[in-house]
């Protein structure tokens, strides 16, 4: 925990004799004051998350190497995590809460069958062919697809096509692991069962009425199609348009209108798709500056489609497609899409639904 020098009327740990420190030491006692200010820092917490940005194409080029070096039996998962500076690297953090890897499976490979407590989601990037069998539902890999494999269910990864494929893992694990519940089993072999969730939640509105068969499932829905939701994002944008009414000009959008951002939600109760982190597709109009308010969680973008500026604080950078970045939480963000003409999409990912639960979600502006 960091100190803070200007509060300096609380006592230090050196105003005390040594030898009343070490009598506390033996007994396993701490004094409080002198960390106090640290454990609770004036009006805003101290983050240890930076804003980071990773390049794709520098991902990628380490990541095939590492297909070349470290066969898949080697890795049983082969990732390279998104490591957080501030968190310090050996860490795997992206942020408090939120872990993020870019997983490589190339043609013919298998990554064996698993289940953890941790919650996991899969953000195709790159390649075709590659699929996810979770809880017995096979879940084509097709670029910007959102796959869940939540807590507890049997998972594994297999590559039919020819090609690399690439794509982002993000997990609640640091929290989980912060916990002390973070464990995972090896499983028996799957079989596929039919279920297609992705196909019986095909219309937002609108949901399966199971008579003789009730479904019980936590997770009814695993697989967000790219297709369905860039289709959602497109027609949401028209909508509002229409709702601003006309005679404004499209030109100066400036987080004026309302942002077309969708939460990805279990289609059975509306909740978040998982119990930790919250998922979200995001259009930027052409030529439009989204500025997001300062909110308690983390936040984790990637660029699915064209391009946006993004502004932390003091920091700024270009993510162009297959970028990821992240930003601390308590902390505005700037979007800009870089393109006048062309939509940006961008995946979105943040610690809201745990924050929400926890009752330390903060907006403030
Ligand atoms: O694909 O199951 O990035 O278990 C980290 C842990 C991916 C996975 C990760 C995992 C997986």
């Given amino acids: 925990m960091q100190e ?84 310090g690297l050996t860490n795997m953090q992206a942020s408090a809460a939120m872990y993020l890897g870019m997983q490589l499976l190339l043609p013919g490979e298998i990554a064996p069958v698993h289940r953890h407590t941790p919650n996991a989601v899969r953000m195709v990037v790159e390649g075709e062919g590659a699929w996810t069998l979770v809880g017995g539902e096979k879940c084509p890999m097709q670029r910007g697809d959102l796959i869940l494999t939540p807590t507890g269910l049997w998972h594994e990864h297999g590559h039919d096509g020819q090609d690399p494929v690439i794509w982002l893992d993000v997990l609640d694990l640091p929290l989980v692991y912060y916990t002390e519940t973070s464990y995972h089993l090896e499983g028996p072999s799957q ?72 939460t990805y939600v279990n289609p059975e109760t509306g909740a978040d798709v998982e119990n930790i982190l919250g998922f979200y597709a995001l259009m930027l109009r052409p030529a439009e500056t989204l500025r997001l308010p300062a909110r308690s969680p983390a936040q984790v973008f990637h660029q699915i489609e064209g391009q946006t500026d993004v502004q932390v604080e003091a920091t700024d950078f270009t993510l162009v497609e297959a970028d990821t970045c992240c930003a601390p939480g308590y902390t505005a963000v700037t979007l800009k899409n870089r393109s006048a003409t062309t939509p940006a999409f961008l995946f979105v990912a943040d610690e809201a639904p745990l924050h929400r639960k926890l009752g330390v979600y903060e907006n403030r502006g």
Avoid: C
């Avoid at 105003?15 to 396993?28: A, G, M, S, V």
């Avoid at 520098?58 to 898949?72: D, F, K, N, S, Y």
């Avoid at 499932?217 to 967000?224: D, E, G, V």
């Fill in 191 to 262: 079989s596929v069962s039919e279920g297609q969730g992705f196909k019986s939640f095909a219309r937002g509105g609108l949901v399966p009425t199971p008579i003789f068969q009730p479904s019980s499932k936590a997770y009814p829905m695993l697989r967000y199609p790219w297709a369905d939701a860039k289709a959602a994002l497109l027609s949401l944008s028209e909508a509002l348009s229409e709702r601003k009414g006309k005679g404004e000009g499209e030109s100066e959008i400036e987080s004026k209108g309302e942002a077309v951002l969708l």
């Fill in 4 to 87: 803070h020098d200007r509060f300096d009327t609380l006592g230090r740990l050196e105003d005390l004799p040594q030898t009343y420190r070490d009598e506390l030491t033996k007994r396993n006692l701490v004094p409080l004051w002198p960390s106090l200010r640290g454990v609770l820092p004036p009006n805003i917490p101290t983050r240890k998350t930076q804003t980071t940005h990773w390049p794709y194409a520098e991902i990628r080029e380490l990541l095939i190497r590492a297909g070349e070096l470290t066969p898949i039996e080697k890795a049983e998962r082969r990732v390279l995590v998104l490591a957080n500076p501030g968190h």
